[in-house]
């Protein structure tokens, strides 16, 4: 069966940085879209970013310029890069696997991670 398992997440302080992995198993990763999503106390989850193919990338307006995703086909991991985090960054980031273009919905995304905390103190 499928498996994504995030890591990487934790405290910083505003202006820090964090890298996120999720590695996946029991699926073509190559042929996915990978993203990025985060939910935070009391809101819904949110796109932050997705990756198709190794080239294709769509950031959330809220993270453009600040983060990276990027994804190692070989070792079936995805990442992502969080620079100058602010406290508003703060939530539970998942990670999520799509078979179709990259799209901001939940919905269009089938598989997801059990989420790593990332928390950021100002």
């Known amino acids: 069966q499928v498996q994504l398992v995030e890591s990487g997440g934790g405290l910083v302080q505003a202006g820090g940085s964090l890298r996120l992995a999720c590695a996946a198993s029991g699926l073509t990763f190559s042929s996915t879209t990978m993203g990025w999503f985060r939910q935070a106390p009391g809101k819904e989850r949110e796109f932050v970013a997705g990756i198709r193919w190794r080239t294709y990338t769509y950031y959330a307006d809220s993270v453009k310029g600040r983060f990276t995703i990027s994804r190692d086909n070989a070792k079936n991991t995805v990442f992502l890069q969080m620079n100058s985090l602010k406290p508003e960054d703060t939530a539970v980031y998942y990670c999520?696997?799509?078979?179709?273009?990259?799209?901001?919905?939940?919905?269009?995304?089938?598989?997801w991670g059990q989420g790593t905390q990332v928390s950021v103190s100002s």
């Open positions: 999520a696997v799509g078979f179709s273009a990259i799209s901001v919905r939940v919905e269009d995304y089938k598989y």
